[in-house]
């Protein structure tokens, strides 16, 4: 299974859809093995919670986060990983149990921040969470201050940091660079992709740093990677204007080289990683000002599934697209529509499809999990069997904008399953 970056809503924001900027090829890191020091636990070892796979009814904790945890200026900070909250500030790295939110350690970034939202939502990937933050290393005699990126990959459980390395971004103009976003993208066996975006320098980076050597192996300037599957780093490439020529692109893993590319003519494309191998990605067409949406074999770049959007009013949407971790993509049209894939079998007919009728209202997605699909219905909170769409014989309590068999996210409070 793929690693998890599970933010609110969808997490693959404006950074993606603005695509990249300048800068140059060639990077180096410097790795520091186990620091900053390890945190210790804060409170006593608990008993196990209760798994409910998948889980059907939900009640509120009395759980309470401190501010900033799961949102920052609309970008999210948090992750769900194992029933426990992973989320990241400016200040470092903070694990809180999902039930009572109590602290369970700590990592602090070592770098000076750039901003207060330079930081996106954490990794976790197997025993593992990683994170990027974007900082400054401080100016020296006549040489600027200048924008690093540090990465660290952190044991979930202990707390403690396995390695770090401080990436050096290269920019013609650093001292215009303050804003520089960083996003953990994807982890393999063998690889940590990280990205790096600059509104206000126009910049889009994205660094492959090698996970045995923790040495940045390959960056590509005006490419910013969206997920990182099957020993593809996919993403859009091209300057980050309207109007610039842009491509949906995938490179190989080990060594950048272009495996495929797709023109997307003036704009990028919001990616979505979806189930192994696949990826979604919702766009507007330059050209004609419609809309696109595409399931997209991340091996080939061919598409499996195309749908023009169009409504009533003339105008078009995005879609947004979930995994339930097993083997249904479920994807949301705005509640125009909802409709929904087995992974094994995409094609041009969905395996079901929720549209408007006097009987029936496409319901508003946020969530999937092993078989069932969770958003708002008519009027409420509602679960959907993933194989058929019909509504499943419990009601949830609550939309889910993140799950697990341990524990529900949404709005920022947790909600313990029930059922």
């Known amino acids: ?114 901003g207060q939202d330079a930081t996106i939502a954490p990794f976790a990937h197997q025993d593992r969470v990683y994170a990027a933050f974007s900082g400054k290393a401080p100016a020296q005699g006549t040489k600027p201050a200048r924008p690093v990126i540090e990465l660290v990959a952190v ?39 990280v990205t790096y975006y600059s509104n206000d320098a126009s910049i889009g980076q994205t660094f492959v740093v090698d996970a045995s050597t923790h040495q940045v192996r390959w960056n590509k300037d005006q490419f910013l990677a969206g997920d990182l599957d099957s020993g593809v780093v996919v993403g859009n490439g091209g300057k980050p204007f309207i109007g610039e020529q ?4 995938g490179l190989a893993e080990a060594d950048g080289a272009q495996k495929w590319s797709t023109p997307l003519g003036g704009y990028g494309t919001e990616i979505m990683p979806l189930a192994p191998k696949i990826i979604g990605s919702s766009r507007q067409v330059y050209s004609t000002a419609d809309y696109q949406f595409d399931l997209i074999d991340v091996t080939s770049g061919k598409s499996l599934y195309s749908l023009p959007i169009n409504t009533s009013f003339g105008a078009g949407y995005r879609m947004r697209c979930f995994y339930d ?65 019909q509504d499943a014989p419990d009601a949830p309590g609550v939309a889910p904008e993140m799950v697990d068999k341990y524990l529900a996210v949404y709005k920022g409070a947790t909600y313990k399953p029930t059922k």
């Open 1 to 114: 299974m793929r690693g998890l970056r599970t933010g609110l809503g969808v997490v693959l924001g404006a950074a993606v859809l603005a695509g990249c900027g300048s800068g140059n090829d060639a990077q180096t890191g410097q790795s520091t093995p186990n620091t900053p020091a390890a945190p210790t636990a804060t409170s006593a070892p608990k008993p196990p919670r209760q798994a409910f796979d998948p889980p059907k009814v939900f009640e509120k904790t009395d759980a309470k986060f401190p501010d900033g945890t799961f949102f920052d200026r609309d970008k999210p900070r948090a992750t769900l990983h194992d029933g426990n909250i992973y989320s990241v500030d400016d200040k470092g790295l903070n694990a809180f149990d999902g039930i009572t939110a109590d602290p369970l350690w700590a990592v602090p970034a070592t770098v000076t921040a750039s």
């Open 155 to 193: 044991n979930a459980k202990s707390g403690k940091p396995d390695w770090t390395t401080t990436i050096d971004v290269t920019v013609k103009d650093p001292g215009n660079t303050n804003d520089g976003q960083t996003t953990v993208v994807g982890v393999s066996d063998t690889s940590v992709v």
């Open 246 to 249: 842009r491509s949906l692109t």
């Open 325 to 389: 971790q097993t083997s249904t993509i479920v994807c949301d049209g705005q509640s125009e529509r909802t409709f929904a894939f087995d992974v094994n079998s995409i094609g041009q007919k969905p395996m079901w499809e929720i549209t408007k009728t006097a009987d029936r209202v496409p319901p508003s997605v946020t969530a999937a999990y092993h078989g069932l699909v969770y958003g708002t219905g008519a009027n409420a909170p509602v679960a959907l069997d993933a194989k058929t769409g």
